[in-house]
């Protein structure tokens, strides 16, 4: 079964920043994945950026001007930025199509310590 393949997490102190990196397990026609998604402790797993069908990216407003969303076609793989970390961006990230999802991979954590 095809996963993704979510990489890059960490611990980091606030203020630092990380870049997620997200590919398939194995090949997928519909090529890297278009959204990204996270789920904090006790919460349910939300969708916090991705690209619409049109191909215009789209942010959560806890996000905007801090994550970063893009793609390397011929890697097959997508990328999240993620600047100015504040600690209630910890938890557990995904990345995944927004319509017509495989199942969840394994995901990457990130903690950020204050």
């Known amino acids: 079964q095809v996963r993704f393949v979510e990489s890059g997490g960490g611990l980091v102190q606030a203020g630092g920043s990380l870049r997620l990196s997200c590919a398939p397990s194995s090949s997928e026609s519909r090529g890297y994945a278009t959204a990204w998604y996270r789920q904090a402790p006790g919460k349910q797993r939300e969708l916090i950026a991705g690209?619409?069908?049109?191909?215009?990216?789209y942010y959560i407003d806890s996000v905007k001007g801090r994550f970063t969303i893009s793609r390397d076609k011929d890697k097959n793989t997508a990328y999240l930025q993620m600047n100015s970390l504040k600690p209630e961006d910890t938890a557990l990230y995904y990345c995944?199509?927004?319509?017509?999802?495989?199942?969840w991979g394994q995901g990457t954590q990130v903690t950020v310590s204050s």
């Open positions: 690209v619409t069908s049109n191909g215009s990216p």
């Open positions: 995944n199509y927004p319509s017509r999802p495989i199942p």
